[in-house]
């Protein structure tokens, strides 16, 4: 589009777009002329996230700046979740119906909405508000709220109440302040008290729910691991006390040093037996030699009675005495260790034993000389010492082998214990270390628990919310302006699209944009002709124009010049633009003749079909300059190449107030086809008087101001010169 074009869509759609915005503009103002007033209040909130003193975090060389903001976001998320503002509203609600007034306003609520809120509240719901006591009724109030839709403190913050539901209560605004641990908490309404009284209750309400999130997941942990503390270490006492009954049942001080005593023992008793058998082995060897030299005596004396008995209480004596010094080495039996005294007192009955058994022996012999001549009394001296010696041994191995058998005991009794025990103390182990696991997390949780309060104890309002004196500036102005420039572009938008869609001809720009054909002329609508004064001096200067613009087609070598004149459709009318033609070239002598479709020749006959030149039809006389061809419509008609090729030039009368459809562009497609290298030119019929204008300049009337609006509306700003 150019500049006139542009301007010409101005002028077209000007009044639309000074009317429709102004009516706009009118209505927005009446509507908002009782535009309700918005009062708002804020307070800051420091909650010490970051920069407060934390017992955790003197543990920690490094912040972990996640976990900080991720606490900062959950304060903020508590301060707007609809559990607080459901508390919010409720209490809200009792303290305006407790301090409101009907007649005046105060810092409670004003006395017109205190009255709307009494007439929609139930008679059983006043009942329920204790004018003395904000707390009583906020518990009432609790006790009555039931999720039921017949509920009204329910449906009271669930509904849509301007001041106490959720959808209200959800332009509370909690913001970060310049990323530091400082909230900035903002509320804005129609009504300054309860705006006011909002952000008061606020600050307890979040405050408290905080701290019952934040302790009560704490207290439920601690109360768990000591819940598991008593459990495990009342199971452990339980095992140590097993532990110690065990041991005490099978007599175990030590264990590992037990077992090795029993293992000392047991190495011990075997080199003691050695010596034990050797001495024993040896003494019986000597006692049978020596009895084969006294063999008379020694029957004698083994068959005494007396001194039998004697041998006998030796041995006894050697036993005990053999007992008592095994007794000493096993320290398991340490009770059953004789006294010094005893053992003393056996060792020296056994010597007067063995002199008095010498001595009975020596005077019992009858033999001086044994076979081999030697003195009686020496062999039996020696019989009666290794008889001894052998009754000891003896008397050794007896006390052996029954320390042998407590000793096997000893193992038995020792190796399942072992197991025992070991399995026990893992046990035991298990259960100590669980038990020290738990005891550091219930450390580890108190210690978090003692952290939270301190936090919550550095959430402290630094800015307490101030009651709004005056109301914020109103939006008016910014919808009345909204309004006009809204309108006003929407307007322009819808016609932009318009001229961008529509394909209604109307001028030059349009035509040859929507058509690809070339426009050469326009004629004045119809209505500009039959009325006004300038009727017939329209069509001249229309008509001269065409006819100027024609003579660039025609040939001077190719006489007479065809011209043929074609439509789309039967709706064109075109008389007048060819009497207009005809005058034109009868008035500079320029000789013309008007063949006419259905007239002249039949369009629909085999003649006009098959017609090479015009003059097969008609008789053309040679003397005509001009020869204008009156053609049917292409949309009824078909029209021969032949015909089209044969003029100088094929022009198109279109209406320019038509819809160019795309069956039109397909028979002028057609018609550029079919007429080869003669030029197909377009104009225009039924034009705006401006459109045609911008083909013949400007129309009469000349006056002064005509002169000045059609020089402005060629961007004539600084021409001086006459249209």
């Given at each position: 589009?150019?500049?006139?074009g ?14 429709g915005?102004f ?12 535009l ?5 209040s ?6 010490g996230?970051v ?20 606490t ?16 919010v ?11 409101g007034?009907?007649d005046?306003?105060?810092v ?16 059983e ?8 006591s ?11 709220y039931?999720?039921?839709?017949n ?24 913001k ?5 641990d ?9 009504d300054?008290?309860i ?37 495990i ?11 110690t ?6 007599r ?15 190495r011990?008793?075997?080199l003691?037996?050695q ?21 008379e ?15 006998n209480?030796i041995?006894?004596?050697n ?21 010094l ?14 002199r ?28 009666v ?6 009754k ?8 052996l082998?029954?320390?042998k ?6 193992y ?21 270390r669980s ?13 978090r ?10 959430l402290?309002?630094?800015?307490p ?12 102005r ?9 309108s006003?572009?929407?307007i ?9 869609l529509?394909?209604?001809l109307?001028d ?14 326009a ?6 002709i ?82 090479q030149?015009i003059?097969?039809?008609v ?5 005509h ?17 032949s ?8 022009l ?28 197909v ?6 034009a ?22 059609y ?13």
């Amino acid at each position: 589009m150019n500049t006139s074009g542009i301007l010409r869509f101005v002028q077209r759609t000007f009044w639309w777009l000074i009317l429709g915005p102004f009516i706009v503009t009118l209505v927005v103002i009446w509507n908002t002329r009782d535009l309700t007033k918005t009062y708002d209040s804020a307070m800051t909130v420091y909650t010490g996230v970051v920069s407060g003193y934390g017992i955790e975090s003197e543990q920690l060389e490094s912040q972990n700046w996640n976990i900080l903001n991720n606490t900062l976001q959950n304060i903020m998320n508590i301060v707007t979740s609809k559990e607080t503002l459901r508390k919010v509203s409720l209490q809200l609600y009792a303290r305006c119906m407790i301090f409101g007034d009907p007649d005046k306003d105060n810092v409670y609520i004003t006395a017109e909405h205190y009255r709307q809120l009494v007439s929609i509240t139930p008679k059983e719901v006043l009942k329920l508000i204790d004018k003395s006591s904000e707390k009583n009724t906020l518990a009432k109030l609790e006790s009555y709220y039931k999720p039921d839709r017949n509920n009204f403190v329910y449906g009271l913050f669930n509904w849509y109440h301007p001041h106490l539901s959720y959808s209200a209560l959800q332009n509370i605004k909690v913001k970060r302040a310049d990323g530091s641990d400082i909230l900035e908490i903002t509320y804005e309404n129609n009504d300054p008290g309860i705006v006011y009284q909002t952000l008061d209750i606020l600050n307890e309400v979040y405050v408290d729910q905080y701290k019952t999130l934040q302790f009560g997941t704490t207290n439920n942990v601690i109360k768990y691991f000591e819940a598991e503390l008593a459990r495990i270490g009342r199971e452990l006492r339980a095992r140590e006390d097993s532990l110690t009954d065990y041991n005490v049942k099978n007599r175990v001080i030590n264990y590992d040093k037990q077992t090795e005593q029993v293992t000392a023992l047991d190495r011990d008793y075997e080199l003691r037996y050695q010596d034990v058998q050797s001495a024993y082995s040896s003494s019986r060897a000597v006692i049978a030699r020596l009895e084969l030299g006294i063999d008379e005596n020694l029957k004698t004396i083994k068959d005494n009675s007396d001194f039998l008995s004697r041998l006998n209480r030796i041995a006894d004596l050697n036993y005990k005495i053999a007992e008592t010094q095994t007794s000493g080495i096993d320290s398991l039996h340490s009770s059953l260790v004789s006294p010094l005294s005893y053992a003393g007192q056996l060792q020296r009955q056994l010597s007067q034993e063995e002199r008095d058994l010498k001595t009975f022996s020596e005077k019992y012999s009858n033999q001086k000389y044994t076979k081999e001549g030697y003195p009686t009394s020496n062999f039996v001296s020696q019989w009666v010492d290794e008889l001894l010696k052998s009754k000891k041994a003896e008397a050794e191995l007896k006390v052996l082998d029954d320390f042998k058998k407590d000793l096997d005991l000893q193992y038995s009794h020792f190796s399942p214990i072992g197991s025992t025990i070991k399995r026990q103390e893992r046990s035991i182990d298990f259960t100590e270390r669980s038990y020290l696991s738990i005891l550091s997390s219930l450390n580890a949780a108190r210690l978090r628990l003692k952290s939270l309060e301190m936090n919550s104890a550095t959430l402290k309002v630094i800015n307490p919310p101030t009651y709004p004196l005056d109301s914020k500036p109103s939006k008016r102005r910014s919808l009345v302006m909204a309004a006009a420039f809204g309108s006003f572009f929407f307007i322009l938008g819808i016609f932009l699209l318009i001229e961008l869609l529509d394909r209604t001809l109307r001028d030059r720009f349009r035509t040859e944009r929507i058509t690809s054909g070339k426009v050469i002329a326009a004629l004045p609508e119809s209505g500009i002709i039959m009325g006004g004064k300038f009727a017939s001096d329209y069509k001249s200067i229309a008509a001269k124009y065409l006819a100027n613009q024609l003579y660039g087609y025609f040939k001077p070598d190719s006489r007479p010049c065809i011209v043929n004149l074609l439509t789309l459709s039967d709706t064109v009318d075109d008389d007048f633009i060819l009497q207009g033609l005809l005058n034109f070239w009868s008035n500079i002598g320029v000789q013309a003749n008007l063949l006419t479709a259905g007239k002249d020749f039949e369009p629909a006959s085999r003649e006009f079909v098959f017609a090479q030149k015009i003059e097969e039809l008609v008789p053309i006389a040679k003397d005509h300059d001009i020869v204008l061809v009156k053609q049917a419509s292409l949309m009824s008609n078909s029209m021969p190449s032949s015909l089209l090729q044969e003029a100088a030039v094929n022009l198109l009368i279109v209406r320019a107030d038509s819809v160019w459809k795309e069956n039109d562009q397909i028979l002028f497609d057609e018609l550029i086809k079919q007429s080869g290298i003669t030029p197909v030119v377009l104009c225009l019929s039924e034009a705006k008087k401006s459109v045609v204008e911008n083909f013949t300049g400007m129309l009469p009337p000349y006056t002064m101001l005509r002169r000045y609006s059609y020089r402005m509306s060629q961007l004539g700003f600084t021409s001086s010169a006459n249209a």
